[in-house]
């Protein structure tokens, strides 16, 4: 039974496409985030989501967008792709202490 | 912000051997977690640790909150202890990472 789950693992798509990313937790948190691993492994918050509300927007591009429907789901769509944005996207949760990281979602963007 | 430096950047191991791999941060935290980030890439929870010490087996942490520095040790080592280890604190409602341990265990 995985705890955050996000699909797809791998995306492969041309730029100008538009994509989304879906996440979900099943452990009951109320705090919801997107990093992004670039190329050197660094991690860097992107979003972070409290009880379907933004808290936290770490200076990303307006192309990215991310929605929460309610409190177990983070989705994140990004429009117009640029190669720039081929990374590996993490979603992650937690209540207030102890921070679990979905499997991952290589986008690479041709 | 916190800043969060890791050392060594890269360690080679024989398997067997030990080590110790280092997180130093720029302000006190509440919170602080060791990632076992595997060639899959999955980020894998190793410690909760924003004070004292924890082990799990042949790992074990320590966090000296009041010196903003923790340790995470590894024992006895073995292949599939390779991969990047980051140590990340909070702030704000955020995590900061560290730029990671990448160790490599050789047979």
């Known amino acids: 039974d995985t705890a955050v789950s996000q699909t797809p693992k791998y995306l492969v798509t041309q730029m100008g496409n538009d994509k989304s990313i879906k996440c979900e937790q099943n452990l009951g948190h109320d705090t919801m985030y997107w990093y992004k691993q670039d190329s050197k492994k660094f991690l860097k918050i992107m979003f972070s989501?409290?009880?379907?509300?933004?808290?936290i927007n770490e200076t990303v591009p307006n192309r990215f967008s991310p929605k929460s429907p309610d409190k177990a789901h983070l989705n994140l769509h990004i429009n117009s792709l640029e190669l720039g944005d081929s990374a590996v996207y993490f979603c992650?949760?937690?209540?207030?202490?102890?921070?679990?990281f979905g499997q991952g979602t290589r986008l690479t963007v041709v | 912000g916190i800043q969060v430096e890791q050392s060594p950047p890269d360690l080679i191991l024989q398997e067997g051997a030990n080590s110790t791999l280092r997180c130093n941060f720029s302000d006190s935290v509440n919170n602080l977690q060791w990632f076992h980030q595997n060639p899959w890439g999955q980020l894998i929870n190793l410690f909760y640790?924003?004070?004292g010490t924890k082990q799990n087996g042949r790992l074990s942490a320590t966090t000296v909150a009041t010196e903003r520095y923790s340790l995470l040790y590894i024992s006895s080592s073995q292949t599939t202890d390779s991969g990047v280890y980051f140590c990340?604190?909070?702030?704000?409602?955020?995590?900061?990472f560290g730029a990671g341990t990448i160790l490599r265990v050789k047979s």
């Open positions: 640790i924003p004070s």
């Open positions: 992650a949760s937690s209540l207030g202490t102890e921070a679990f």
């Open positions: 989501y409290n009880n379907k509300e933004l808290i």
């Open positions: 990340a604190v909070e702030d704000g409602n955020k995590l900061v």
